[in-house]
């Protein structure tokens, strides 16, 4: 059985908490990094899995990730992170050889992650960091006008 590549949603998440813990927006950090916006987006969204990057890139933007702020617990769930896509993926798409689960003992920050993607509770070394901010696609001063309701759409402006 052929595998697709890896993907990169769970680290992606966790580096967008690291970034977002700075605070910065992606384009601020694409820049901080000397990396293109395409990039950043890429790797927050799994698109372009962090696990594909050469060892001494992935150690850079780690430093750099630091140098900018980042919480330190969160940029040290990169490798537990990128494990839980690894094992995922292979769960998901089959492997040639043997699966990730049977190649080496996972931590407990990869099993937290596992349990991150698959229910939705969070590890506890991030229990108390705010969640991720969600976009909003629409004006909210006009659905407030309209009495449509803050509630309903979530909307963070009222």
Not at 12 to 27: D, W
Not at 47 to 73: K, T
Not at 129 to 157: E, I, K, T, V
Request: proline share 6%; net charge positive.
């Amino acid at each position: 059985m052929t595998a697709r590549p890896i993907t990169g949603t769970i680290a992606g998440f966790v580096l967008r908490t690291a970034r977002e813990s700075v605070p910065l927006t992606q384009a601020a950090m694409a820049e901080a990094l000397g990396a293109d916006l395409a990039t950043v987006q890429g790797w927050e969204s799994g698109r372009r899995p962090i696990a594909h990057m050469r060892a001494v890139d992935l150690l850079g933007l780690r430093r750099r990730l630091a140098g900018l702020g980042a919480d330190a617990v969160i940029v040290a769930l990169l490798d537990a992170a990128m494990d839980a896509d690894r094992i995922i993926s292979a769960t998901l798409t089959g492997t040639d050889g043997p699966h990730p689960l049977a190649e080496w003992v996972h931590t407990r920050n990869t099993a937290h992650m596992l349990a991150w993607a698959l229910t939705g509770t969070r590890p506890p070394s991030l229990a108390q960091m705010p969640s991720p901010r969600r976009r909003r696609y629409f004006d909210c001063a006009l659905f407030l006008s309209l009495g449509l309701g803050s509630r309903m759409l979530r909307c963070q402006c009222s």
